[in-house]
């Protein structure tokens, strides 16, 4: 489920012919530590690469509540 919207993967492979995608909280895609990684459907995905900062604080919080 993309941890942003909420679209379930089976949603998103009817909608975009694709899995849901894993992001990279911290933006370094070397870094795949669990507590780095969420998922995301494609449209969070591509919004959460302008305001960075907004996003990893965002996305850092999602996690810490899990």
């Known amino acids: 489920m993309c ?3 909420g679209i379930t993967e089976e949603e998103h492979i009817i909608i975009n012919g694709q899995v849901l995608h894993v992001h990279h909280i911290d933006y370094n895609k070397e870094n795949c530590s669990q507590d780095n990684l969420i998922t995301t ?8 690469n302008s ?5 990893k604080e965002l996305y850092l919080k ?3 509540y899990q």
């Open 3 to 5: 941890q942003n919207c």
């Open 51 to 55: 305001n960075r900062d907004y996003w």
């Open 62 to 64: 999602k996690l810490k």
């Open 41 to 48: 459907c494609q449209q969070c995905n591509l919004r959460a």
